[in-house]
């Protein structure tokens, strides 16, 4: 199946979890993919991974720091006009923390903020005028359950993925007309870098709230993949009638 055969595919958060299982997917299905994340080691798996599979020639990476305008601009910039233009913009990046809400300092706030909202927004921008140019571009943005169920001791986590949410449709309706598709995933329950050790506060936390979080269906909280392969659907011509809306993804832990 190669859905992605000839598309240009820029994918942040590239060096782990589920932004690195989508650059093998996207990759597996024909795609040319710019990946990009803060971690310069992260992405080198990432590429050895790709030269295991024997499709590291349609991969470049790139280390950039999506919370800054210039790194953003310069890097990623730089990414697009290597590819030579973008059909796709998968926005995986993202951090994950948690502290009790009154005790949440404003730096923590706007740490969260500036990586999870703004970058969301810092990227799609500059991806923007290629993806338009090609007539049918998509941006497929990380929102989370917690934008629409509680999720304890990550009210500021919450409040940037459902400022994702909202930013999804905005642009969704904004460009439709000029081709572009946007859509948000919802993932809750899954294994990756961030949920393995979310930083939970040490003294104070009530078991009970967080034992709400789990799914219901398989053995436990699910692997990046299974997430990559619903963003490989939306972000290819199966979807081609779906924009402005959220696919949640969490094992039936919200039901």
Do not use: C
């Amino acid at each position: 199946m190669n859905r992605f055969e000839g598309r240009k595919v820029l994918i942040t958060g590239a060096g782990s979890g589920i932004g690195q299982a989508t650059v093998a997917r996207i990759l597996a299905e024909g795609g040319i993919v710019a990946a990009a994340d803060v971690s310069e080691d992260g992405l080198a798996l990432t590429r050895q991974r790709a030269e295991e599979a024997g499709v590291a020639d349609r991969l470049i990476t790139v280390v950039a720091d999506i919370s800054d305008e210039n790194s953003v601009r310069d890097a990623l910039g730089g990414a697009i006009a290597e590819l030579g233009g973008l059909q796709v913009l998968v926005n995986a990046a993202g951090i994950l923390r948690s502290s009790h809400t009154a005790e949440t300092t404003l730096d923590f706030w706007n740490t969260m903020i500036g990586v999870n909202l703004t970058g969301t927004f810092l990227v799609t921008r500059q991806a923007l005028p290629a993806l338009l140019e090609s007539g049918k571009g998509v941006v497929v943005n990380f929102s989370s359950t917690s934008a629409s169920f509680a999720h304890p001791y990550m009210a500021a986590y919450a409040a940037t993925k459902g400022g994702i949410r909202s930013f999804t449709h905005a642009i969704a309706l904004e460009y439709a007309k000029q081709g572009l598709r946007a859509v948000a995933v919802e993932p809750g329950s899954i294994a990756s870098g961030m949920t393995s050790n979310p930083g939970f506060p040490e003294e104070g936390v009530d078991p009970s709230l967080i034992g709400k979080l789990y799914p219901w269906i398989g053995e436990g909280f699910a692997p990046p993949e299974d997430v990559a392969g619903v963003v490989a659907m939306l972000a290819s011509d199966d979807a081609k009638f779906v924009t402005g809306t959220e696919i949640r993804i969490d094992g039936g832990t919200h039901m």
